[in-house]
């Protein structure tokens, strides 16, 4: 079984409505982010989480809202969804005494 | 803020060498890393090199790294049709990405 997974892998959803991108992790990990992907310009980083009682803004976290429901789930809200939110979503995971992360499967996200 | 960049893309044929190149500005990094993306997947950790090092060997890779001119490369031996992907570098504690290097091999 895969170490990060994320749900869904695809979703089509329409403006205005409420999205919910979920990640679970079994690796035991501390730290959790959430980075989004657009070709030509990598990875961005939308919001990060070194432990259940800590959420931190990334570089590109306007529109978007997390949740850490546990050590192991780090949820992404788009509140109201827009066409520029179409775009890739990762999850990676990693450890206070590593900077390396590992990520997910990611999910297509377009907004019509 | 911090900035990563990369070319976009790199054409060689199998059995050459491949080298892709990045220039960062953090100059406090004590990592910098190469990740691989395939097609329809996550990024993996291809190799990383401490800041303090000049270069790291790591059996087909070779990573480069010039702190007086903020630039670092990753040098594939061989380069095989499996090694066809995308390949980010990243520097930073919070791991800012360049754009990413699409890398084909021709056979």
């Known amino acids: 079984d895969a170490d990060v997974t994320q749900t869904p892998r695809n979703r089509i959803t329409k403006t205005g409505k409420r999205i919910m991108l979920e990640c679970s992790q079994t690796k035991g990990h501390d730290r959790m ?11 961005r980083l939308i919001y990060y989480s070194f432990d259940v009682k800590d959420i931190n803004k990334g570089e590109i976290s306007d529109g978007y809202s997390v949740s850490r429901q546990a050590q192991a789930k780090f949820s992404l809200s788009l509140e109201s969804a827009i066409p520029n939110q179409t775009a890739l979503y990762f999850c990676a995971t990693g450890t206070s005494g590593s900077y390396e992360q590992y990520f997910g499967p990611g999910t297509r996200l377009t907004v019509t | 803020g911090e900035d990563v960049e990369q070319s976009l893309f790199l054409s060689v044929r199998e059995g050459d060498s491949s080298v892709i190149n990045c220039t960062y500005t953090d100059s406090s ?17 291809l190799t990383y090199i401490f800041s303090n090092m000049d270069m790291k060997q790591d059996q087909r890779l070779t990573v480069l790294l010039n702190k007086k001119d903020k630039h670092l490369s990753l040098r594939i031996a061989d380069t095989q049709t499996g090694d066809s992907a995308i390949y980010f570098c990243a520097d930073g504690n919070m791991l800012t990405f360049g754009g990413g290097t699409r890398l084909m091999v021709k056979p």
């Open chain 2, 29 to 45: 990094s004590t990592y910098l890393y190469w990740y691989k993306q395939e097609p329809g997947a996550g990024l993996q950790l």
């Open chain 1, 33 to 43: 982010y959430w980075y989004r992907q657009d070709p030509g310009l990598g990875l």
